[in-house]
């Protein structure tokens, strides 16, 4: 067997600073990704756990310690005081989810939005379970540091399928969420000065600048603005037409 991949990598060049990706359909009909990176590729399954496999006879680490909690709440009357996550059981979790965040990286690159939302989704249902069950709020803190990251992803998927429609309302109203989203993670962390100062912040108030800035006028928003340069311009007969015009818009206009 050749293990050499060179001549994979000599027609595929790695872009500092770019993702580099590709999708295809693999040996077993399955569709695959590629991330080129310095040293090499990484490849993954575009479903299902990204590396292929089943820990422990599991779909996921994390399908795993799901069922062991339903099993202790079964034996405990449905208490799930005692259920804890030791440290190598939020470092399996945290493997696992690494897994996924290159993967939703890789379908943002790919546009496939959908499916950012699902992988995004599923870490997040993850490191709601860390919150809830880590045996410490520092072990807790060792997983979910990550969510601020990852809510930037999903809001980047959501409000772009959004633009691509031209619907400007909702894609503002999906970078609104996402930083609410961000900035209430961090104060539930008592950490709520890292808010304004984060990355992912000031990505997205700079991003709802720029979509605010482009999003068409409605009818009323372009007769309001005309009424405001009338005015300014001390053009009181046109002032007082485009009024008119205001008073007998629907209000839906």
Not at 157 to 177: C, G, H, K, P, V
Not at 235 to 251: F, G, M, Q
Request: aromatic share 10%; charged share 30%.
């Amino acid at each position: 067997m050749n293990f050499d991949i060179s001549h994979l990598l000599e027609h595929w060049d790695y872009q500092p600073g770019q993702v580099v990706v590709r999708k295809f359909t693999g040996k077993d009909g399955t569709e695959k990704i590629q991330l080129r990176v310095d040293l090499g590729l990484l490849q993954m399954n575009a479903e299902g756990r990204p590396d292929g496999k089943h820990p422990l006879g599991y779909p996921t680490i994390y399908d795993f310690f799901q069922t062991k909690l339903y099993k202790h709440l079964a034996s405990n009357e449905g208490n799930a005081e005692g259920f804890k996550l030791k440290p190598e059981d939020c470092a399996k979790l945290q493997l696992e989810a690494l897994q996924y965040h290159h993967r939703y990286i890789c379908l943002l690159q790919l546009e496939d939005y959908d499916a950012v939302v699902r992988d995004t989704e599923r870490n997040i249902a993850v490191f709601e379970f860390v919150k809830k069950h880590a045996e410490s709020e520092e072990l807790t803190w060792s997983v979910v540091q990550f969510k601020p990251q990852l809510l930037l992803i999903q809001t980047r998927a959501r409000a772009t399928q959004a633009l691509e429609l031209n619907d400007y309302s909702t894609a503002m109203q999906f970078i609104e969420e996402g930083l609410a989203q961000i900035q209430d993670f961090y104060r539930e962390q008592n950490r709520g000065e890292m808010a304004e100062q984060s990355g992912e912040t000031n990505y997205l108030k700079n991003w709802l600048e720029e979509v605010s800035s482009k999003r068409p006028l409605s009818k009323r928003e372009r007769l309001e603005k005309a009424l405001s340069d009338a005015v300014n311009n001390e053009d009181y007969e046109k002032a007082a037409k485009v009024r008119d015009e205001l008073r007998n818009l629907k209000s839906t206009e």
